[in-house]
């Protein structure tokens, strides 16, 4: 096959990736869901099956910048990433009774409860010029949401890295745009 394989996709290239909470909902504004992300990016980093560059978590979305490596496949990848968080995830709301599992009550016939929108974006990053512009979308997010003064200040992102080679992120890799 030649670097775009089928659908579209090149493993050369890293892709930018959003995952939207199924209608919005702030669910990543407590800091056990964040940890859960993190936590999964740095097994898919330490398993050899992602490259992670950048990220920024979001009360109801996330931003990341990651490439597939070796034999992984992006759509194993993705599907194994969202299907473990949405886990852990409910796991916590059902184990602390939460009102929030009720919000996300889906009629479906795979799941009763659903924490991502379905059809997340990822889009391929083909040259230096795309991968600075998305490093920069991704770093300015909470800033431009009011969170933080400085891309750098705000935890759940990789702004820091990039500004102040804060390594709080272990799985974190520099991506040279």
């Given at each position: 096959m030649s670097n775009i394989e089928a659908g579209g996709y090149s493993k050369q290239y890293a892709d930018?990736?959003?995952?939207?909470?199924?209608?919005?909902?702030p669910i990543l504004a407590d800091d056990i869901f964040n940890d859960i992300i993190t936590g999964s990016l740095s097994f898919l980093s330490k398993a050899s099956r992602a490259n992670i560059y950048a990220f920024v978590i979001m009360s109801n979305h996330f931003h990341l910048i990651w490439q597939m490596v070796g034999d992984s496949?992006?759509?194993d990848v993705q599907r194994d990433f969202?299907?473990?968080t949405s886990q852990q995830i409910l796991k916590i709301l059902r184990n602390e009774k939460s009102v929030v599992q009720e919000e996300l009550l889906v009629v479906s016939k795979d799941r009763k409860f659903q924490i991502w929108e379905r059809n997340p974006l990822s889009i391929p990053l083909c040259s230096g010029q795309v991968i600075d512009q998305k490093l920069e979308y991704i770093h300015y997010n909470p800033v431009r949401a009011g969170l933080c003064k400085y891309p750098w200040d705000y935890i759940y992102s990789s702004a820091g890295f990039y500004y102040n080679s804060d390594m709080r992120w272990e799985f974190l890799k520099h991506c040279d745009g």
């Open positions: 930018f990736f959003t995952v939207t909470c199924l209608a919005w909902k496949k992006r759509e969202l299907k473990y």
